[in-house]
Structure formats: structure tokens, C-alpha cells
DNA sequence: TTGTAGGCGTTATCAG
DNA sequence: CTGATAACGCCTACAA
């Protein structure tokens, strides 16, 4: 409403001893005046070190770029020269922790290579899909690293990247043609399955949030019914899928009804994420039952406060930092020019045992 | 280490049927030569609505840019006209729990309003304050929200900001006039130890991050050694500092030395934040000691495992999401054009009493 | 009401 | 080796 001129309009406060108006940036063009060179020429000092400029000019600049304390403007360069130095990071939710500790990875590689991330929260809304992509495509971002739902209206096709290259974090579409980096499902599952078997326990129930086309639900499923045929009539397992909006009678329901299965067997629960974790300790907690006693369990993902929980959860942790890494690597190489085909990193999990998986207690 | 390739190399898709270049997006020229008029026209057709302009040729050009699927190009918005619907937002460490819980609501907020938001992660590295701060000024954000280390090398003054409008949030600087959102400390430490010494405690140990000048770990531990001091002779009250560096050993014989102290009156801990909180935990645990027997506790922040945790954690509730709500509207409104004084929001935390913090156990 | 021209800060091309 | 000059995509005087 009152769009305040800055400052008075004509008074030029004196500022600094460049003479440049106060807070407004040393321009190329300030630079040049000062050196008492062209723009092109500073231009050049500053991008193409290796044509060899006249050593007495190349003082000059330098020292006007230093007096100045020049820096080009990213906005303006984008504009030009077309790369932005940008990368658009879309995140499905940034409430989950596993999203952050990815995140934070991802952010500092790229800060590494001198890129700077432009953050999209979805907030598990996958109608924001496109919305997110095409806004982060106006401010000309370099590429993408993307964690976002697997499944919606929104479903990104190559086409709407706009040509930019991209990452898949976690979740792989099936019509994108891009690198992958997630953790290796398979393997950390199989490691969860056998440890438990190994510990004694032989009626398995994997609570997952509702698969709802999501790979990584849905790879961690196909998994844990793989591990569990694959220990033949010993083992029975079990698929339960629990939303957050249940009030969790299903889930204690569905925990009582593991018991009884079991009958005098031991029986043990797996969880498919942080998330899944915590209204399973909930339940469990309502119940009045505890971890290592009456259930076994073995979770994904290693929060700090696994191991403050009853006797300490078992859990699989992920490499969330290093698949941040690794993603942002994945797409600065693509900018560098890397024309291969996709490729797809699967990094290992570590199991973490500890009390709530403990062998047989008597 | 399994760079698995899969997809076919080269099959272009032709692209759309609009007659652009493949991949490029339409410029407000392509626009203008659709509706056949000038770039001029198109720009205020766009940007000033309020001047009538003919409504064939309004026509035109809204059909031309429909066609088109026009959108202006933020950048080069923000280089022609100097505004770049860019916020930049500096967090002092995306590990904190409590700095991504402010972080969503902020982003959220800014989102609503048409803002994007550019995120740079300090690590903790208070000498990366100014580079970061550089960094988004150069991409000409509007303005900056800064949850960022308290003191430091890269100590930001007001100067550094570029003459752009800031919000602080969390923590305050000296120097800085800026608005300034953040729980309301005083009330809220008062609350929590007024809980426990109605509880019947009586001799009390805040643990709390190393002060290190940051505002809100001096401004509570000032509130709770003034909270003890109301309560006269009856309370006691301790402070200790426990970095997270140490090896907890340290943490340990705090805890054994409020219990000597308290001799037969009760003793209860209050913790700074959830960080605190992991590692008092992990103390208690290797003591052998539980929550709300040998030691009643209180907490500020208020995680999801927060009740999962023995008998559950008495906690204080930050209103994290609408601190990040109220700092990006308050920096939106500057941006505006509000030029009032320096506003200071304290919001209103919650106490959510659970076990630990239970009345006289018997 | 509409069009023309200039500029925002850089980079790249093409002469000199 | 260096300096004009023309983009990049948009906005905003100033003219018509």
C-alpha cells in the first residue's frame, strides 16, 4: 500500500568510498569504469581465465573487482548465459525425517559445488506436482532432485521437466527415464527377516503406510513376502496396511490378531518407516504390551530416539545422508554434460539390533 | 557402486504442437506476435489489469497466452523490475528438529502468498552466516528469514543485509533492528517450573546447549533462575551446560549430583530443547533410572516420541508451525511496504503434562 | 489505448 | 588481446 521509495529520492547518502549508491551492488559496468576497461573485457577476466589477457589490464580489473568488491549477479547471468546455478529440490513432506535427512545431504553437496537449492514443499499434496516443477522451471533451475509422492494427479512426465535433468530420490515413476537413488529395499529387508527368524520368531506381520502406488512401500512389500516364502512353511508372514488418519484400534487390533496367530510361536512386527514406527509404539504402549516381550520388532529407519524406547527398537538404518549426496552428485554430473544412460543407486541399510528383537527371552 | 543402465539413448519425442522450439518456454514476444501486438501491450495486459484496454485486443492477447501457456519468467522479472517473489531463508542447522518444524510453516506460508523460498543450510558453521546471506542477495531475494546461529565470525549487522527487511526468528542479535518472532520464554519457563514445583519438586537442574550468546538459551535459563528465586528458600534451582560433545559422562554425574543435593526432597530436571532431551534420556538409561521416579522431568519441544518415552515426557509445545507462519507474514507485510517500528512476536507455548512430571509417587 | 525505445547485469559474437 | 554490440525476457517511461 505504501511502496516506500528507498531512501530519499534524489539525496544519495555518500556510503561507501566506491561512490556506488548505498546498498545498490557493484555492476560489471562500475567494474570496467573503475579499470578503465571494457564490460567484455572484465567479462572475459572472470570467466575465461585461460585466454591470457594483457598482465597490466588483468591487475587493473582485479583490482577494481576487489576495490569494488564485485560479485555477478546469478540473476543476471541465468538470464544470459542460461544456467542459474540453481537446483529445485521437491520434497513429498518435509514432516518426515527421512525427507530432511535427505535434504540435508542433498543441500550440502550442492552448496559444495556451488549450487544453491531451491526448496518445494508438497506437503503430500501431489496436485502441487506440476505446480512445483513449473515454478521452479521459471527461475531457470539447472535440474531437480525429486521426492516427491510416486502416485497423483500430478504425475510428473519427462515432458513437464522442460528438458531438465533430474533425480529420483526414493520413489521411482514408471514413465521417467532419470537416475535413481534410494536405498537397497531388498537387501535391508531380507536383513530385517533373517535377523528375526534368526532370533526365533516365526509369525511376521509388516506394517506399512497404505502402498497407494508408492515404490518403495510397494518394493519393501514385495520383499518381505519374498523373505517370508523364502523361509518355507517355518515362517508366516503377514501384510497390514495402516493410515495415519486410523484412530489405531485397527492397528492394536491387527497386533492382537498377530498374537493369536502366533499361538505359542514368537511373533514380531516390522515397520515400514519412522512413521509407521512411532503409531505402532503408540498401540503398543495402549496395549500395555512391550517391545522384546510379547512382540518382536524390527523397523525402518534409525531416529535418535530408537534406542530410548522400551528396551531399545531394532531398527534398519539408511544411508539418508549419503543418498542425499549422492542424488545431488548424480544430477551435477548430468549438468557437467554426463549423457549416460539412467543409472540407479541402491545403497546399502545397516541393521541395528538392539533390545526389542532380542532372542528368545525366557 | 551398481550403476545399473537401463532405457533407450536417443528417441527424441517430437513435442508440442505449438511451434516453439522443443523445451523452450514461450516469452512474452512469442505472446505478442500470437495476439499481434506489441511486447508493451502484453506486459500490461498482465501486470496493470486496472488500465482498460480495448477488449478485442484483450482478447487476443488472453487467448495468445493461453495457447501459448504463457508464464512471465520470474528472472528476468526480478532483473527488469527488481523484485524477485524469492524469499531466502537461513537456518542455523536442518538437523534441529525444531528449526524444520518452523522451516515448513514459513515455507508454507510464503507459498501462499506467492513466494518461493530459497534455502541455505548452515550446519551449524557460523562463519558460512555471511556467504549464505551473499549468496541469496545476489539471487535479489525480497527479503530474508533468518534462524541462524546467535554470535559468531559472520555475525550479520544490519548493513550486510543488502538494505533488504529481515524477521529473526528464535533468536535474537544485538545489532539487529529487525522484527523478531519466538516463543514467549519467560511465560513458558515459568509454566513449566510452576508445574513441578506444585508437583512437589524441590530441587530443580535446567540443562540447557552450551549458552555461547545464543538469546533464547539466555533468555530461559535467566527465566528459570528467576522462576526459582520467586519460589524463596523452599526451591532450589541448578544450571548446567552439557554440549553435545561430551560424552555424557559429564551428563551423568550432573543428574547423580541433583539427586545428592535434593536429599530427601524430590528433584526434577527441565531441558532446553528436544536435543537436550535425547541425551538426558540416554543418561537416565544408562543409570538405570525412569522418568518420573528417581528424577520428574519437563521438557521444551514436544516430539512425536515425546510420550512414547517411559511414563511419557512432560513436555513444553513450541507453536512451531505458526513461528514459521507469523515470521514469513510479518516479512511479507515489510515487503509490502509496512514500515513500522520492529515488531516483536512472543507466542504462547503449551505445557503438556505427562508421567514425568507426575505428582508424589508412593 | 497502443507502440517504440531503453535499460536491468551478463555473456558471447564479431570486428578491430 | 580488446572493445563495441547484440542478445536474454521483461518492465516502464515517453510518444503517438
Redesign the interface.
Known amino acids: 500500500?505504501?511502496?516506500?521509495s528507498?531512501g530519499a529520492p534524489t539525496a544519495k547518502t555518500p556510503g561507501a568510498v566506491t561512490g556506488l549508491a548505498?546498498?545498490a551492488?557493484a555492476t560489471i559496468a562500475d567494474v570496467a569504469r573503475a579499470a578503465g576497461v571494457s564490460k567484455a573485457t572484465v567479462s572475459r577476466f572472470l570467466n575465461h581465465r585461460e585466454r591470457l589477457l594483457s598482465p597490466d589490464i588483468a591487475a587493473r580489473v582485479e583490482a577494481a573487482v576487489a576495490q569494488l568488491a564485485y560479485?555477478?549477479?546469478?540473476?543476471?547471468q541465468?538470464?544470459s548465459h542460461g544456467r542459474?546455478r540453481?537446483i529445485g529440490?521437491i520434497v513429498a513432506d518435509?514432516?518426515n525425517p527421512y525427507s530432511?535427512a535427505v535434504?540435508?545431504g542433498a543441500?550440502?553437496a550442492c552448496?559444495d559445488a556451488g549450487y544453491?537449492?531451491?526448496?518445494?514443499?508438497l506437503?503430500n499434496d501431489a496436485d502441487r506436482e506440476r505446480e512445483a516443477i513449473?515454478?521452479?522451471?521459471?527461475?531457470?533451475v539447472d535440474g531437480f532432485i525429486l521426492n516427491t509422492l510416486g502416485r497423483g494427479a500430478g504425475l510428473v512426465d519427462a515432458?513437464a521437466l522442460?528438458?531438465k535433468p533430474a533425480v529420483l530420490v526414493d520413489r521411482r515413476h514408471e514413465g521417467m527415464?532419470t537416475d535413481f537413488v534410494s536405498l537397497d529395499n531388498a537387501s535391508a529387508m531380507k536383513a530385517a527377516c533373517d535377523h528375526l527368524v534368526d532370533a526365533g520368531y516365526r509369525e511376521l506381520l509388516y506394517v506399512t503406510d497404505p502402498l497407494a502406488g508408492v515404490s518403495s512401500r510397494r518394493e519393501r512389500t514385495a520383499a518381505f513376502e519374498a523373505c517370508v516364502a523364502a523361509h518355507g512353511k517355518q515362517v508366516h508372514g503377514r501384510v497390514v496396511e495402516s493410515a495415519e488418519e486410523d484412530a489405531g484400534e485397527q492397528l492394536e487390533a491387527a497386533l492382537r490378531d498377530l498374537r493369536r496367530r502366533a499361538g505359542r510361536r514368537r511373533a514380531a512386527l516390522v515397520a515400514g518407516n519412522a512413521l509407521v514406527t512411532?503409531r505402532i509404539?503408540?498401540a503398543m504402549?495402549r496395549l500395555g504390551w512391550h517391545f522384546g516381550e510379547e512382540l518382536g520388532f524390527v523397523g525402518f529407519d534409525d531416529?535418535?530416539?530408537a534406542?530410548?524406547?522400551g528396551p531399545g527398537l531394532s531398527t534398519i538404518a539408511q544411508p539418508t545422508d549419503e543418498i542425499g549426496r549422492a542424488a545431488a552428485r548424480c544430477l551435477i554430473e548430468r549438468l557437467q554434460g554426463l549423457d549416460?544412460?539412467?543409472?540407479?543407486?541402491?545403497l546399502p541399510g545397516e541393521l541395528v539390533v538392539r533390545g526389542s528383537s532380542g532372542a528368545v527371552k525366557r
Open positions: 500500500m505504501s511502496p516506500e528507498a548505498r546498498g551492488r560479485t555477478p549477479s546469478p540473476m543476471a541465468a538470464l542459474s540453481l529440490l518435509i514432516t530432511v535434504l540435508r543441500e550440502k552448496q544453491l537449492v531451491m526448496l518445494f514443499n506437503g513449473n515454478a521452479l522451471a521459471g527461475y531457470q515432458e522442460h528438458g527415464h512411532l509404539a503408540a504402549a531416529p535418535e530416539w534406542s530410548l524406547i549416460s544412460a539412467p543409472r540407479q543407486l541402491l
